[in-house]
């Protein structure tokens, strides 16, 4: 199984009153999030429901240094 069938591009987390990111999650999650509803869990640990176009916003920077550090790992 590669790292592209693990994790989904990053997926946007609804806040208020702080700055909203795109996150990274599990593929498989995020896909169920977006047809049921339910959270998922970012990398970074942030809990949150998928929805919306994560394109919108900035990748968050816990989950871009984790995904980061896992593609580096194998080269």
Do not use: W
Not at 45 to 55: L, N, Q, T
């Amino acid at each position: 199984m590669s790292n592209a069938d693990v994790l989904e591009r990053p997926v946007e987390q609804e806040t208020t009153g702080e700055e909203k990111f795109s996150h990274y999650a599990e593929k498989a999650q995020v896909t169920e999030g977006y047809i049921m509803g339910t959270a998922v869990m970012a990398l970074c640990g942030k809990i949150f429901v998928p929805s919306r176009d994560p394109e919108k916003y900035r990748v968050c920077p816990v989950c871009k240094e984790i995904i980061d550090g896992l593609f580096l790992d194998r080269e």
